[in-house]
């Protein structure tokens, strides 16, 4: 494979989106109470560490061995895969989308690692807007995955503005 800036650009992207998270788990793992709340940002950011054996919110988690490793380790392995092919093969994305689709693989691969590694993925960031108003508990790499999907639909609302104009 021939390195240009462009794949320069996806591989680093996808690399720093690791590095991030899995340092930000270790510290957590190492320093941080399982369940306890530290405020980052009054009760506002807070840091709560828990173990997740599912995916997003811990859907998943309740489902037999197989079907878990199916779904959590195999299926999102190939997913990541045919996402990283399309995006060296469509040479029509912009800046902007490379980085989306590389924030995403990056963060996908991070959870499938803790998933295959640890059996689990720890999660330690909580937002709480209202008593009723909250996010559940993530990471860094769901951070990257949902920022990514963001800038997507932006990017996508933005070309087809550019289209109808």
């Known amino acids: 494979m021939k390195f240009t800036k462009r794949s320069i650009f996806i591989f680093t992207t996808i690399i720093f989106t690791i590095i991030a998270d899995q340092a930000s788990k270790y510290v957590v793992v190492k320093h941080v109470k399982m369940g306890s709340f530290t405020p980052i940002i009054g009760d506002f950011f807070q840091l709560l560490h828990v173990k997740n054996q599912g995916a997003f919110l811990g859907m998943g988690s309740d ?16 997913v990541l895969g045919f996402v990283l092919r399309h995006i060296f093969k469509d040479k029509t994305l912009d800046n902007w989308s ?15 690692y803790d998933r295959y590694a640890y ?21 860094l790499a769901d ?8 800038i997507l639909v932006i990017m996508m609302f933005k070309s087809k503005n550019k289209a109808s104009a």
């Open 143 to 150: 951070l990257s995955v949902s920022t990514g999907m963001i």
């Open 98 to 112: 490379l980085f989306a689709f590389a924030s995403i693989i990056g963060g996908g691969i991070a959870n499938v």
């Open 119 to 139: 059996g689990e993925v720890t999660d330690f960031l909580f937002m709480k807007l209202t008593d009723t108003i909250r996010t559940g508990v993530f990471n």
């Open 63 to 78: 489902l037999n061995e197989t079907f878990r490793v199916l779904l959590l380790l195999i299926l999102p392995v190939v």
